[in-house]
C-alpha cells in the first residue's frame, strides 16, 4: 500500500525500522507482528494508507515480506477466554 505524503509521527518510517529489525533478528522466519489499539492509536496509523477502507475494525500491511496488521481493541479476546475451553485434567 502506499502512504499518502509525510507519514504522521514517522509511523512508516518507524514500522520500516522494525521490520529491518525483525528480519536481521530472524532471516528465515516468516514473521507478523500484531498490534491492538485504541481508536485514537489506529485511526492515526490507518491515516497513513489511502487504500485502507476506513469502516473496517482492521487491516494488514506488508513492509519488506513483514505482515504488520493493525486491529482495533476489542478484537482479541482476553487470555482468560482463550483458556476457558480447554478443559482441565
Known amino acids: 500500500m502506499e502512504k ?21 533478528l530472524f532471516p528465515d522466519g516468516k514473521m507478523v507482528i500484531v498490534f491492538s489499539l485504541n481508536e485514537t492509536d489506529f485511526k492515526k496509523v490507518q491515516n497513513n494508507f489511502r487504500d485502507v477502507d476506513r469502516g473496517f475494525k482492521q487491516f494488514k500491511i506488508d513492509i519488506s515480506g513483514i505482515e504488520f496488521i493493525f486491529l482495533l481493541d476489542g478484537l482479541l479476546t482476553d487470555e482468560k477466554d482463550m483458556t476457558s475451553d480447554i478443559p482441565s485434567q
Open 4 to 24: 499518502t505524503g509525510q507519514s504522521i509521527d514517522g509511523i512508516i518510517e518507524k514500522l520500516a525500522l522494525l521490520s529491518d529489525a525483525s528480519s536481521s
